[in-house]
Nanobody, 119 residues
Framework: QVQLVESGGGLVQPGGSLRLSCAAS????????MGWYRQAPGKQREWVAT???????NYADSLKGRFTVSRDNAKNTVYLQMNSLKPEDTAVYYC?????????????WGQGTQVTVSS
C-alpha cells in the first residue's frame, strides 16, 4: 500500500507563491512517476503536472510556466512550486501515483491540501 500526504496549502494573495509537498510512504518511490491534480468547487478534477523517476516534467498548458514540479527521492517527497497565483488557482490540490501489479492498475491519492488565492 502507498500513502500520500500533502502539505503546504493555505491562504495566499494574488500574485503570491506557495510550495506544496507530498510525502510518500514505503520504498520504491524513486521508480514511479508522481502527479499533481486539483479540484475547484463545482469543477472536475484536473491534471496539473507530472514528474517521472528521471525528473522529466509535464504541465497543463493553462499553467503557462507558473508551476514547477520537482522531487527529492532521498526524502520520498514531490513538490509543487506555484508562482504568480491567481484566484482561479483556488482548489484542493492532490498528490497522485499509481502502481501496476499483475496486469492491474492501482491508483493512490493523497487527502488533498487546500489552496486559496484571495485578497
Amino acid at each position: 500500500q502507498v500513502q500520500l500526504v500533502e502539505s503546504g496549502g493555505g491562504l495566499v494573495q494574488p500574485g503570491g507563491s506557495l510550495r506544496l509537498s507530498c510525502a510518500a510512504s514505503g520504498s520504491g518511490f524513486s521508480t514511479y512517476s508522481m502527479g499533481w491534480y486539483r479540484q475547484a468547487p463545482g469543477k472536475q478534477r484536473e491534471w496539473v503536472a507530472t514528474i517521472t523517476p528521471g525528473s522529466s516534467t509535464n504541465y497543463a498548458d493553462s499553467l503557462k510556466g507558473r508551476f514547477t514540479v520537482s522531487r527529492d527521492n532521498a526524502k520520498n517527497t514531490v513538490y509543487l512550486q506555484m508562482n504568480s497565483l491567481k484566484p482561479e488557482d483556488t482548489a484542493v490540490y492532490y498528490c497522485y501515483t499509481k502502481r501496476r501489479i499483475l496486469l492491474r492498475d492501482y491508483d493512490y491519492w493523497g487527502q488533498g491540501t487546500q489552496v486559496t488565492v484571495s485578497s
